[in-house]
């Protein structure tokens, strides 16, 4: 129960949600056809001129800008109805390539999968197909291993709760939370199902926040999804995270991986062996933003709703596997479209409820050792960062 209360609910941040207001209109009967068309023409030169300025200001984050076109639109601590956006962002049909993929800046033709799975219940298939070469780092374009209405319901989750906040950053030595405008985009941690084992029925009862056995559902099923494709054990998987992008926001290039030996950002001293980035919306070529990017290789993928790309974080090193530089990536700004990714984060080994009261207490411990003790112990001083 107190693992529960310490990590569950703080990792799910459940609070009971805020009502929008109910907006309407009555139509006038008096109003004439041309007034109609007038009205019409107006809204639509209104938002031509919106598209303009903002355009115009790309290249550079203009958050003035962006408060004053979002601020209208809800985008900052208002609930919205993700459903319309994701209803917009369509998958590919069967066999069609579902992203676009660059390498050193030209558009590359996908090779034929390498691995398929099949879901069944009329799911369509899930096909892996390489994007980098043999000797390069291992990297996989996963198509429609998701669908617009599972993507619409894990947001709906996060939206419902108030879930989404300014994404954090841990300094790689000391595990401090940081906001210093690498990263720009707002992240929204799903429940973990792991720290709920045993108490599942709290989330079904009166006295559990709104939304909880919704979202306790669709994650857990999002985590079977998730462990099957990537072949795994779903207690391996950390809680997934969405991150929300506005136009002009970004993620600077960094890598997924905690710093050797310590470890310090971690759960329970694992390391996370690979990353899958579900793309939960689409982002139109025209937008000319948005990519997934990996500096090293020059490989940038863009994202097409209900498909994700999956690479190795680690390779072999002289004592076992180590952080491959190679995965250094980087979420490039939209510039006029909104984007929606899920961080799903594979670690090493299962976690376990034992393992992490375990390492918290470490950590605790450690906090509250003599300053100069403290200072004798070998130094991790970094300027790395991971999520």
């Known amino acids: 129960q107190a693992t529960v209360q310490d990590f569950g609910l703080m990792l799910a941040g459940h609070r009971r949600a805020r009502e929008l207001p109910q907006y309407g209109y009555r139509g006038a009967s008096a109003v004439t056809a041309s007034a109609v068309v007038v009205i019409v023409v107006a809204a639509v030169l209104s938002a031509c001129c919106r598209s303009l300025v903002w355009t115009s200001s790309t290249g550079s984050t203009n958050s003035s800008l962006h408060w004053r076109l979002c601020r209208h639109d809800g985008c900052f601590g208002r609930r919205r109805d993700s459903s319309l956006l ?147 054990e779903p207690a391996q998987i950390e809680p997934l995270q969405l991150v929300r992008y506005e136009p002009g926001q970004f993620y600077r290039p960094h890598l997924d991986t905690h710093e050797e030996p310590a470890r310090i950002s971690s759960y329970s001293g694992e390391q996370r062996a690979r990353t899958m980035l579900v793309f939960v919306t689409d982002i139109p070529a025209e937008d000319g933003g948005g990519y997934l990017h990996f500096p090293h290789l020059g490989l940038r993928i863009l994202p097409r709703a209900g498909s994700a790309v999956v690479w190795s974080n680690l390779m072999s090193g002289p004592s076992g596997s180590v952080p491959n530089p190679d995965s250094l990536h980087e979420g490039e ?24 009261r375990d390492w918290k207490q470490r950590a605790q411990a450690e906090q509250a050792m003599p300053q100069e003790r403290r200072e004798q112990q070998p130094s991790q001083a970094s300027t790395g960062w991971v999520d």
């Not at 992203?99 to 892996?128: F, N, W």
């Not at 291993?145 to 790689?172: H, M």
């Not at 045993?198 to 559990?208: D, M, N, T, V, Y």
């Open 86 to 232: 994701l209803r917009r962002s369509t998958p590919q049909k069967t066999g069609e390539s579902s992203a676009l993929v660059l390498r050193h800046g030209e558009a590359v033709e996908l090779p034929q999968p390498e691995r398929s799975v099949e879901l069944g219940e009329g799911h369509p298939t899930v096909s892996l197909r390489r994007l980098t070469a043999d000797g390069e780092l291992e990297a996989y374009l996963v198509e429609n291993i998701f669908s617009p209405e599972e993507l619409e319901t894990l947001v709906k989750c996060g939206d419902a709760r108030g879930g989404f906040q300014p994404s954090p950053q841990q300094d790689y030595s000391t595990g401090e939370v940081l906001h210093d405008g690498r990263r720009t985009s707002s992240s929204c941690p799903l429940i973990w199902p792991l720290l709920y084992e045993g108490f599942e029925e709290r989330l079904r009862g009166p006295e559990a926040p709104p939304g909880a056995a919704e979202e306790f559902d669709a994650v857990s099923a999002a985590l079977d999804r998730c462990a099957r494709v990537l072949e795994v």
């Open 333 to 356: 700004a939209p510039r006029s479209s909104q984007k929606i990714v899920m961080n799903v984060w594979v670690a090493d080994r299962p976690f376990t409820l034992q393992g992490i």
